[in-house]
């Protein structure tokens, strides 16, 4: 079993900045690639960025040149920093960490809330 924690959420005023922090620990040795998502109420949980194909990363279109995905020096941390929030980024924002033998691991989840 692989437990995400994520932090960093909170409330922020729009073109304000967050950074957000997941650590998984547990059996990592049996995940790969990690990455963000993002849910509203009412909507599908969509992909913000994440690292694929061991280190190549993807970020959802509209929000290019906004987030920055990295990953820390444990292998086991990956971070999302948000520059120039928007109200529409609101969100509860998850952790995401894919099984090598396939399906895949979820964080409990920060809320980030963007003020106009």
């Known amino acids: 079993q692989v437990q995400l924690v994520e932090s960093g959420g909170g409330l922020v005023q729009a073109g304000g900045s967050l950074r957000l922090s997941c650590a998984a620990s547990?059996?990592?040795?049996?995940?790969?690639?990690m990455g963000w998502y993002r849910q509203v109420p009412g909507k599908q949980r969509e992909l913000v960025a994440a690292?694929?194909?061991?280190?190549?990363?993807t970020y959802e279109d509209s929000v290019k040149g906004r987030f920055t995905i990295s990953r820390g020096n444990a292998e086991n941390t990956v971070y999302l920093q948000i520059d120039n929030l928007k109200p529409e980024d609101t969100a509860v924002y998850y952790c995401?960490?894919?099984?090598?033998?396939?399906?895949?691991?979820w964080g409990q989840g920060t809320q980030v809330t963007v003020s106009a």
């Open positions: 690292f694929t194909d061991g280190g190549t990363i």
């Open positions: 995401n960490a894919q099984r090598v033998r396939g399906g895949s691991y």
């Open positions: 547990g059996s990592i040795f049996s995940i790969n690639d």
